[in-house]
């Protein structure tokens, strides 16, 4: 069965260092999303992408954050200087269309910011 | 703010019984209700959807949907051990986006 990838699974960095997240969406989805789960709290949405454009983002997602599709398969997050409060998993996550909307988790990626 | 409310739990329920989780949510709006299964330390793994009033099963899954009282239910028949987990309410808002509640523990005793 397709699943989401994301890489690294772990990813250690010191504060104000830049990270890149990256996911490998299912193949034939057209949808991509970024959501980050702080330790013990919500799931919370970042930002939607559809056809090379950001389509929604929360107020989460400041000018620190950007996505990018590189290539056909890889979509990825940055985060240009890292703050503690940086320190979550982020789950990416993608869906075939607007009209089924249902959305599939990647196994995320610990971001520690020390 | 468009808000998502669970019981955080955790509820506890014997193996083989019926386990029930309840979300109820803010925006009457909503059209799309969603339930995710988190174990712990990994991603929400979607199990249920509904969309229209009423009921809708998938094996030992019964996901509920009242609109007019804002309120989505997900039944667990015959509830076993490996079931103990979090389950999100994710409900769509709009411009593809969902918003979750905080997740019910449950734990189903052997």
């Known amino acids: 069965e397709p699943e989401v990838t994301q890489t690294p699974s772990h990813q250690v960095t010191q504060m104000g260092q830049e990270v890149i997240l990256r996911c490998v969406p299912i193949?034939?989805?057209?949808?991509f999303y970024w959501y980050r789960q702080i330790l013990g709290q919500k799931v919370e949405f970042l930002v939607s992408?559809?056809?090379?454009?950001?389509?929604?983002k929360s107020e989460i997602f400041d000018d620190q954050f950007s996505v990018e599709r590189p290539d056909g398969s890889n979509f990825t997050l940055k985060i240009r200087s890292t703050k503690l409060e940086d320190s979550a998993m982020y789950f990416c996550?993608?869906?075939?269309?607007?009209?089924?909307?249902?959305?599939?988790f990647g196994p995320g990626t610990r971001l520690t910011v020390t | 703010q468009k808000e998502v409310e669970q019981n955080s739990g955790p509820l506890s329920v014997p193996e083989g019984a019926i386990a029930s989780l309840n979300c109820t949510y803010s925006d009457r709006g909503s059209q799309s209700f969603f339930w995710y299964r988190q174990y712990s330390g990994k991603s929400p793994e979607l199990i249920m959807f509904i969309y229209s009033n009423g009921d809708k099963e998938d094996g030992r899954f019964t996901a509920q949907l009242n609109k007019a009282s804002q309120y989505v239910s997900l039944l667990i028949r015959d509830s076993q051990p490996s079931d103990s987990a979090t389950y999100l309410c994710a409900v769509w808002v709009g411009g593809n986006k969902l918003v979750f509640g905080a997740g019910t523990i449950l734990r189903v005793k052997s």
């Open positions: 996550a993608s869906s075939p269309i607007t009209g089924t909307l249902e959305q599939y």
């Open positions: 992408f559809y056809n090379n454009e950001i389509s929604e």
């Open positions: 193949s034939n989805h057209l949808y």
